[in-house]
Antibody
Framework: EVQLVESGGGLVQPGESLRLSCAAS????????LTWVRQAPGKGLEWVSY????????NNADSVKGRFTISRDNAKNSLYLQMDSLRADDTAVYYC?????????????WGLGALVTVSS | AIRMTQSPSSFSASTGDRVTITCRAS??????LAWYQQKPGKAPKLLIY???TLQSGVPSRFSGSGSGTDFTLTISCLQSEDFATYYC?????????FGQGTKVEVK
């Protein structure tokens, strides 16, 4: 069974940093691209970042460019999101998700999400 | 960035109804469109990709159509478990974008 479990969320002050992790199981992790999608309270979905299976391709939303860094460790079946210079509008539930394939860049399995709250 | 606009933003329907949700892209995206369903407090669930391909395990009452800029998601016979919010997503551009969502509520 495919499972994705996010961790590392919490309450931080504006300007601080946080690192989210996503532990994967139930599939060949190194064969799949992965992505982060967030959802602010009561709002819609917003794509954040994408990383290919070998980390050769990384894309970030304009809203997080220069502040967030996506990475992965295929030996540990883990995905990460390093979030620096956090702002109040980064407050959201952050989901990690598996991408179906390079041809079908859609997310077929999602984690339960990790809540990040940025507030003073 | 490609902007995705869904309509309506919300509506009320009854079990058994045929419902249609529309998604319009700000530029042509061929068939690089997906639909997701999300229930409160849950992660999104992939329903359809490539505009009309049903994801494995998704009931056949869900269908998608369209290409270019205009797309539709149709639920042929609304069931109680289908009351949820639906999002379209384009993946024509490496920078994915989602529609704002359409909430289907109980009439």
């Amino acid at each position: 069974e495919v499972q994705l479990v996010e961790s590392g969320g919490g309450l931080v002050q504006p300007g601080e940093s946080l690192r989210l992790s996503c532990a994967a199981s139930g599939f060949t992790f190194s064969s799949y691209s992965l992505t982060w999608v967030r959802q602010a309270p009561g709002k819609g979905l917003e794509w954040v970042s994408y990383i290919s299976s070998s980390s050769n391709t990384i894309n970030n939303a304009d809203s997080v460019k220069g502040r967030f860094t996506i990475s992965r460790d295929n030996a540990k079946n883990s995905l990460y999101l390093q979030m620096d210079s956090l702002r109040a509008d980064d407050t959201a539930v952050y989901y990690c998700a598996r991408v179906v394939s390079s041809a079908s860049q859609v997310a077929d399995y999602w984690g339960l999400g990790a809540l990040v709250t940025v507030s003073s | 960035a490609i902007r995705m606009t869904q309509s309506p933003s919300s509506f009320s329907a009854s079990t058994g109804d045929r419902v249609t949700i529309t998604c319009r892209a700000s530029q042509g995206i061929s068939s690089y469109l997906a639909w997701y369903q999300q229930k409160p407090g849950k992660a999104p669930k992939l329903l359809i990709y490539a505009a009309s391909t049903l994801q494995s395990g998704v009931p056949s009452r869900f269908s998608g159509s369209g290409s270019g800029t205009d797309f539709t998601l149709t639920i042929s016979c609304l069931q109680s478990e289908d009351f949820a919010t639906y999002y379209c997503q384009q993946y024509y551009s490496p920078s994915w974008t989602f529609g704002q969502g359409t909430k289907v509520e109980v009439k």
